[in-house]
């Protein structure tokens, strides 16, 4: 059986050209990093939110514990819901830059604060 080395996964780089989806590559870096810090705050908070309810169930919790738990059903499903949740949060600036096109008429709300600062 081999040991896995897990910096060395993570340094992997696919076969092939990467795929870029902005003009600038620049973007793309910092937008991946940005995905990984947020999947790492993902993950620290469902260990949180284990972490939390082990205390309140034992009053006492081990590192053991904490691998070996297992979310009950509507705890998974509340966890779910907070990630898509947290997710949109993250990505809002491009679910609405996606919606701008469908209603291009529409003023954004760049425009909008532009106008009322002109206002003052």
Not at 14 to 32: I, M
Not at 37 to 48: D, K, P, S, T, Y
Request: net charge negative; aromatic share 6%; proline share 5%.
């Amino acid at each position: 059986m081999s040991t896995l080395d897990p910096l060395k996964l993570a340094g992997a780089k696919p076969k092939g050209k990467r795929p870029f989806f902005f003009k600038d590559q620049d973007v793309e870096r910092v937008l991946a990093v940005t995905m990984a810090i947020a999947q790492e705050v993902g993950v620290m908070r469902e260990r949180l939110d284990t972490v939390e309810r082990l205390l309140e169930e034992k009053g006492t919790v081990t590192r053991a514990d904490i691998e070996a738990y297992t979310p009950a059903k509507p705890v998974a499903e509340e966890r779910g819901a907070w990630t898509q949740e947290y997710l949109a949060r993250i990505l809002r600036v491009y679910q609405q830059e996606i919606e701008g096109l469908d209603k291009p008429n529409e003023a954004s709300s760049e425009e909008i604060g532009h106008e009322l600062a002109q206002k003052d």
